[in-house]
């Protein structure tokens, strides 16, 4: 990795943490909050791309697990990757990953559109495909009852992925930082 990736990586970290002081929303029923910090995972996956987008989320969590404060509500620890909320946190370099993915396939033809599906497969679909079992598992509840539970983050998920889209967009025309795909020479 060049200097200039561990520093976007780094910095995807920090904006991360930095969402994590937005007070977190409790959702009646579920012991998950909605947080800003999903607004950071598709901007990392968006704007960093896949590899980078990935280890910008796993750098997040490394700083979380050695006792950082910097999730939302000022928890950090090895105890919330055993909580209610540990397979959405599980999800975050997943969905930075496959946000940054699909924003590489389509990196040609990227649009607001394209940056809008991306975020929403890999911000919400993803999440909350990882999220919503381990809901279930370490908050007690049947699987059905956190789904249920889950359709409160929608609402907020759908802004923040629309959020991410314009923002990833606008930077790809300013300062495109994941590089355009290029043709290898094949050896004849």
Do not use: H
């Not at 055993?82 to 959405?88: C, H, K, L, M, N």
């Not at 956190?146 to 929608?154: H, N, W």
């Amino acid at each position: 990795m060049r200097t200039r990736d561990l520093a976007y990586v780094a910095l995807f970290a920090a904006i991360v943490a930095v969402l994590g002081l937005v007070p977190p929303v409790p959702v009646s029923g579920l012991p998950v909050p909605i947080t800003a910090q999903t607004l950071g995972v598709m901007l990392a996956g968006s704007v960093l791309g896949a590899r980078r987008g990935g280890l910008a989320l796993l750098v997040f969590l490394a700083v979380v697990a050695v006792g950082v404060p910097v999730l939302s509500g000022g928890r950090g620890g090895l105890g919330v990757f055993v909580g209610p909320s540990a397979g959405y946190l599980y999800s975050w370099p997943v969905a930075a990953f496959v946000i940054g993915w699909l924003t590489q396939l389509c990196w040609r033809r990227y649009t607001l559109a394209w940056a809008l599906v991306a975020n929403l497969l890999g911000g919400i679909v993803v999440v909350y495909a990882i999220g919503i079992p381990f809901t279930s598992l370490f908050g007690d509840l049947p699987l059905a009852a956190s789904a249920t539970g889950a359709l409160a983050f929608v609402p907020g998920d759908l802004v923040k992925a629309a959020a991410a889209s314009v923002v990833a967009v606008a930077v790809r025309r300013a300062y495109p930082v994941i590089e355009a795909p290029t043709r290898r020479a094949t050896a004849g």
